[in-house]
C-alpha cells in the first residue's frame, strides 16, 4: 500500500459501548500506523475542549440539563465543527482515526426512547458528514463491559442504557448496508483485539491508494 501523488488518507471509525476498549485500541492503531511511516490524525468525539464541546461535557457529568433534542444537536454540531479540519487531514494523505462518530450520536439518542426521536430522526443530523472507509464496531456485552472499571460516573452509564444501546448499534449497522462495517469481538484480550484490528486496517490499506472523493453519510 504505497500512497500514491493525489491519494486521499483513509477515514476509519472505531465505535462501541463503554468501557469496549475504543480509546485504548485507537491509540494502537495509530501507533502501528505510525510504525509505517505514515501520518495519521487522532481524533475523539466528543470533542470535549471546543464550546459545544463543554456544554456536552457539563451535561454528561451531570452539571447541566439540555432536553434531549439540543443535546443531540449539540453532539452533532461537535462533529459538524470538526469536518473541515479532518477533509484538510485525508486530502493531505494522513489517516485519521476516530474514536466514536454519527452512529454513537443517533444510537445514544435514541436508546432514550423519547417518542419524537426515532432513529431517523437522529441520524438526520449526521446526513453530510464525511462517509467513513471502514466501522470497526467494538462487540461486547454491557456485562462484560461492566466488568471493566465499572459504569456510574457520567450519565448514560449504566447497564440497562448500554445494553439499549448495543442492540441499537447492530440494528443501525444493519441498515446501513453501503458502510462497510468490521464487528470485532472486543471482550478478547486486549493484543488479540487488536490484531483484528491491524488485519482490518491492512486489507483496506492494501486494496491500494485512494484516488476517488469521499462520499458522505446519507
Ligand atoms: N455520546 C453521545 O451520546 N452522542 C454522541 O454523539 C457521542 C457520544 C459522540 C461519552 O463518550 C458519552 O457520550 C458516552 C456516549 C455519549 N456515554 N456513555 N456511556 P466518551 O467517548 O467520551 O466516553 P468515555 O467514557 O471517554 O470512553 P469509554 O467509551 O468509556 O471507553 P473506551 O474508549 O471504549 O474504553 P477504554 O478507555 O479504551 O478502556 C476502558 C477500560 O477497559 C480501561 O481500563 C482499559 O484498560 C480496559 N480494557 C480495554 N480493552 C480491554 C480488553 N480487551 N480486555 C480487558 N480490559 C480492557
Known amino acids: 500500500g504505497e500512497k500514491g501523488k493525489n491519494a486521499r488518507g483513509h ?14 485500541q485507537c491509540h494502537m492503531l495509530c501507533e502501528d500506523i505510525g510504525g ?7 481524533i475523539k468525539f466528543p470533542d470535549r475542549t471546543t464550546a459545544t464541546g463543554q456544554m456536552i461535557n457539563a451535561y454528561l457529568q451531570g452539571n447541566a440539563e439540555q432536553s434531549d433534542q439540543a443535546i443531540h444537536l449539540l453532539f452533532s454540531a461537535n462533529r459538524w465543527e470538526a469536518v473541515q479540519g479532518i477533509l484538510n487531514d485525508l486530502r493531505a494523505g494522513h489517516t485519521v482515526v476516530v474514536d466514536r462518530y454519527a452512529f454513537s450520536g443517533t444510537v445514544y439518542s435514541a436508546a ?7 432513529l431517523e430522526w437522529c441520524w438526520n443530523p449526521d446526513i453530510g458528514l464525511p462517509k467513513p472507509d471502514l466501522v470497526l464496531f467494538l462487540d461486547i456485552s454491557s456485562e462484560d463491559a461492566a466488568k471493566r472499571g465499572g459504569y456510574g460516573e457520567e450519565r448514560y452509564e449504566k447497564q440497562e442504557m448500554q445494553a439499549k444501546v448495543r442492540a441499537l448499534f447492530k440494528h443501525l449497522f444493519s441498515r446501513l448496508n453501503d458502510l462497510n462495517v468490521k464487528t470485532i469481538n472486543a471482550g478478547l484480550p486486549l493484543q488479540e483485539v487488536a490484531d483484528q484490528i491491524w488485519q482490518a486496517y491492512k486489507n483496506l490499506d492494501e486494496a491500494g491508494p485512494l484516488t476517488e472523493d469521499l462520499q458522505v453519510l446519507s
Do not use: A, Q, W
Request: hydrophobic share 30%; net charge neutral.
Open 112 to 118: 432514550k426512547d423519547n417518542p419524537s426521536m426515532s
Open 11 to 24: 477515514l476509519i471509525v472505531v465505535e462501541g459501548l463503554d468501557r469496549s476498549g475504543k480509546t485504548t
Open 36 to 42: 509505517l511511516d505514515k501520518e495519521f490524525k487522532y
